[in-house]
């Protein structure tokens, strides 16, 4: 078992910046993967950023890439998703998510935290 809490959402301009982390508890946090992934009402999950167990690989779905970075300290049980210059669309709910494998991917997550908004004004 694996326990997250989200925190860093809140209320930003267009343009801006946020930091997301995702505390995390239970199982090894260095022996899995996490991801984080985005709900925008009225839409479907989606993937956002993934990083391997050790942090030495990521991966980045195309509307974020060159904007958003994903990364993890595993001396403190914690990973980051790190949001610059921020868009109007990236108004979602954020979720961290851990999967009991050590390399990336899209799927197989099975721990999932509660969720922090972000809201983009534009």
């Known amino acids: 078992q694996v326990q997250l809490v989200e925190s860093g959402g809140g209320l930003v301009q267009a343009g801006g910046s946020l930091r997301l982390a995702c505390a995390a508890s239970?199982?090894?946090?260095?022996?899995?993967?996490m991801g984080w992934f985005r709900q925008a009402p009225g839409k479907e999950r989606e993937f956002v950023a993934a990083i391997s167990r050790n942090g030495r690989s990521t991966t980045a779905a195309d509307s974020v890439k060159g904007r958003f970075s994903i990364s993890r300290d595993n001396a403190k049980n914690t990973v980051y998703l790190e949001m610059n210059s921020l868009k109007h669309e990236d108004s979602a709910v954020y979720y961290c998510a851990a999967r009991p494998y050590p390399w990336i991917d899209v799927r197989g997550y099975e721990y999932w935290g509660q969720g922090t908004q972000v809201t983009v004004s534009s």
């Open positions: 239970g199982r090894n946090f260095s022996n899995v993967a």
